[in-house]
């Protein structure tokens, strides 16, 4: 048996990490279990908003990443496309080696007392007094507080980065454009790349398009009228093994009213808790958000036992479950209002019928290009630092 720490964290994704740099900052050790042999960096890159910024300055590590990645024109806001692997790798250099344990795949959980026992296909034994689970959609942890697996929404999205020797030449913007039952979205990392994504509800033919990267982009060009000649020959010159291919996933969002985000000393985060559609690019944001909380909520009843000094196991596990479930307070709403706006959003932007895109492009996309920018006005708080 490895006794590891007081707290586990399943996944070593945005919200896993954020979460152990959140807790690190205040003195709090962690072990971060990633089944994968490496960081997790599927994706290409995430549209960031304010919020999200205000989240990474919290642990410590914005500055760094804003010197890599180009301001878009946002008015008041702070807005940029942050590549994932840059991310990753900012949060994952900040923590000592040894805290993300890779290739650690769960096989079970089991419990006594107020300890969990992590069962891992090595053989391996982790005892811990705290699990989070930001295991990502499929999460053994969700299942296990009683959520549902996400439903899928019957649409998918195709990603892509392309990646140019010399300066693109491209305006600093957030670029989106949608109709005809599509939307196509592009938007600058930097002064030689591009991250794009197109967002449509397959057929049964096209479902097959996934594995298919050639196909992929003979797709996406065959929908001429939705996007301009710029955005179209930037799709055409991204490099085949920089497509990516996915259904999208959500989560009902009455499961988060009544479900448990916390449950004694385990809690959900990340797309563990809250998988959305990107139609308003708060995914990652929204992710960026919960590690502050849960690290500051966590880490003040961590810190409280650790000041008292013959506690007993009950009174250090109910104060540990009292901050996991102010944690659970204070995200579950933002959570379900993220998730509700991005699926209306969505729903009206790849409207293919005549009333809904009437309305849609004479009176809701003012409308929805407001809800974007009122989303990053969310601020997730400071984290007491221990130096």
């Known amino acids: 048996m490895e006794v590891i720490g007081d707290v586990v964290i399943l996944g070593a994704g945005i919200a896993g990490l954020t979460t152990c740099l959140g807790l690190r900052r205040q003195g709090i050790r962690s072990l971060v279990l990633e089944s994968s042999d490496s960081l997790r960096i599927t994706g290409f890159a995430l549209l960031t908003w304010t919020n999200a910024w205000k989240a990474l300055d919290a642990v410590g590590i914005g500055d760094s990443l804003r010197q890599q990645h180009e301001l878009l024109r946002g008015g008041e806001h702070e807005v940029r496309c942050l590549k994932r692997k840059l991310l990753l790798e900012a949060l994952a250099n900040e923590l000592p080696n040894g805290t993300i344990r890779y290739s650690s795949k769960v096989v079970s959980i089991e419990e006594s007392g107020y300890i969990k026992f992590i069962h891992l296909t090595d053989g391996n034994i982790i005892k811990t007094k705290v699990l989070i689970g930001c295991d990502g959609v499929d999460s053994v942890v969700a299942k296990r507080l009683g959520f549902k697996k ?16 010399t300066k693109h030449g491209f305006e600093p913007l957030f670029m989106q454009f949608f109709g005809r039952g599509v939307s196509c979205s592009a938007m600058p990392c930097d002064d030689k790349s591009i991250y794009w994504a197109f967002t449509w509800s397959p057929s049964t033919e096209e479902k097959e398009l996934e594995d298919k990267p050639e196909l992929m982009r003979q797709y996406v060009m065959s929908k001429p009228r939705v996007m301009p000649e710029q955005v179209r020959a930037v799709i055409e010159n991204t490099e085949l093994d920089a497509f990516l291919s996915s259904p999208l996933r959500y989560r009902n969002p009455w499961e988060l009213l009544w479900g448990n985000i916390s449950k004694g000393n385990v809690c959900v ?40 000094s013959g506690i007993e196991a009950k009174e250090e596990y109910k104060k540990i479950e009292m901050g996991l479930k102010k944690y659970a307070n204070e995200r579950r709403w933002r959570s379900f209002d993220l998730i509700a706006t991005a699926n209306v959003v969505g729903f009206i932007q790849e409207s293919n019928g005549k009333i809904i895109s009437f309305l849609r492009d004479k009176f809701f996309a003012p409308i929805m290009a407001g809800l974007l920018l009122k989303k990053d006005d969310f601020d997730c708080g400071k984290i007491l630092i221990n130096p």
């Open 269 to 308: 985060s990340g797309d563990a808790l809250h998988p959305m559609t990107p139609d308003i690019g708060q995914g990652g944001c929204s992710a960026l958000e919960d590690g502050p909380v849960l690290a500051r909520c966590l880490g003040e009843a961590l810190m409280e036992i650790k000041q008292k």
């Open 150 to 165: 996400p439903a899928f929404t019957g649409r998918s999205a195709i990603r892509g980065s392309a990646n140019f020797n």
